[in-house]
C-alpha cells in the first residue's frame, strides 16, 4: 500500500498550489480520502474529506471557499487545490485513505511566506 503525496513548495501569500495523492495497493474506489495538515508546535488537523463517489465533500472552517479537494478514481489519485493561501496555511499535508483501514502518506511541505 502506499500513498504519495506531491505538489508542495514555497509560495506567497495569495498564491495557489495544487496536492496531488496517488494511491497503490489498495481498492481506491472503496475508501474514503481525507487530506490533513501539520504545523509546526501543532495537532495535526483534518483539512478536508471526500466520499468514495467524489459526490460529498467536507472542509474544515479555515479553509472553506480556497480549498477544494476531489478525485479520479480512474487514476487512483486525490488532489487538493489551494487558492488564496496564507501564511497559516504553512503545513506539512499529508492523505489519509480510510475504510476497513487507514492509511497514510509520507507528507509534502507547503510554505506560504513572503
Known amino acids: 500500500v502506499r500513498l504519495v503525496e506531491s505538489g508542495g513548495g514555497l509560495v506567497q501569500p495569495g498564491g495557489s498550489l495544487r496536492l496531488t495523492c496517488a494511491a497503490s495497493g489498495f481498492t481506491f474506489s472503496s475508501y474514503a480520502m481525507s487530506w490533513y495538515r501539520q504545523a509546526p508546535g501543532k495537532e495535526r488537523e483534518e483539512v478536508a474529506t471526500?466520499?468514495?463517489?467524489?459526490?460529498?465533500?467536507n472542509y474544515a472552517d479555515s479553509v472553506k471557499g480556497r480549498f477544494t479537494i476531489s478525485r479520479d478514481n480512474g487514476k487512483d489519485t486525490v488532489y487538493l487545490q489551494m487558492n488564496s493561501l496564507k501564511s497559516e496555511d504553512t503545513a506539512v499535508y499529508y492523505c489519509r485513505a480510510i475504510y476497513r483501514e487507514t492509511y497514510w502518506g509520507q507528507g509534502t511541505q507547503v510554505t506560504v511566506s513572503s
Open positions: 471526500i466520499s468514495r463517489s467524489g459526490r460529498n465533500t
